[in-house]
């Protein structure tokens, strides 16, 4: 349990609607049950320098389809996480180039390039994965 100035203060890094307390997720046995939600690049920026500031750790995730991928945390205080850091930033159909922010979800990203005559090649395991969380647990 983090104490109640440590949350303040990563809530206020995080902005508005940026902190969420709930039940513990637990992710290869750490309890985790504070999430961070910065809606942009200067909110997350100061999330992660408050991170360090307080000496919290962290798990980053996105939809949280892949939680359990990878090497198992040491430990985690808190979720980062990256949903509200989505969105297609640009995609150029006669290229097929699409740039599409770590949080944006795959069905978001198929759409988009489904507007343009591109089909999206991934076959997640469910709509809901996100860019990121699809990249690094090489799904």
Same mark, same amino acid.
């Given at each position: 349990?983090?104490? #109640?100035?440590?949350?303040?203060? %990563?809530?206020?890094?995080?902005?508005?609607? =940026? %902190?969420?307390?709930?039940?513990? &997720?637990?992710?290869?046995?750490?309890?985790?049950?504070?999430?961070?939600?910065?809606?942009? =690049?200067?909110?997350?920026? #100061?999330?992660?320098?408050?991170? *360090?500031?307080?000496? @919290?750790?962290?798990?980053?995730? !996105? +939809?949280?389809?892949? %939680? *359990?991928?990878?090497?198992?945390?040491?430990?985690?205080?808190?979720? &980062? +996480?990256?949903?509200?850091?989505? !969105? @297609?930033?640009?995609?150029?159909?006669?290229?097929? @180039?699409?740039?599409?922010?770590?949080?944006?979800?795959?069905?978001?990203? #198929?759409?988009?390039?489904?507007?343009? !005559?591109?089909?999206?090649?991934?076959?997640?395991?469910?709509?809901?994965?996100? &860019?990121?969380?699809?990249?690094?647990?090489?799904?």
């Amino acid at each position: 349990m983090l104490p #109640r100035e440590t949350l303040q203060a %990563l809530g206020d890094a995080a902005g508005a609607g =940026g %902190l969420e307390e709930h039940a513990p &997720v637990q992710v290869d046995g750490v309890a985790i049950g504070v999430t961070l939600r910065p809606a942009d =690049g200067a909110s997350l920026a #100061r999330t992660l320098e408050a991170l *360090g500031r307080t000496g @919290v750790s962290a798990l980053v995730r !996105g +939809c949280g389809s892949h %939680l *359990g991928f990878g090497n198992p945390p040491r430990s985690a205080d808190v979720f &980062v +996480c990256v949903e509200r850091l989505a !969105g @297609v930033d640009e995609f150029d159909a006669a290229d097929g @180039v699409c740039h599409a922010a770590a949080g944006t979800t795959l069905a978001e990203v #198929r759409e988009t390039v489904a507007a343009g !005559g591109w089909e999206l090649p991934l076959d997640p395991p469910g709509e809901r994965a996100s &860019v990121g969380g699809t990249l690094a647990a090489a799904a």
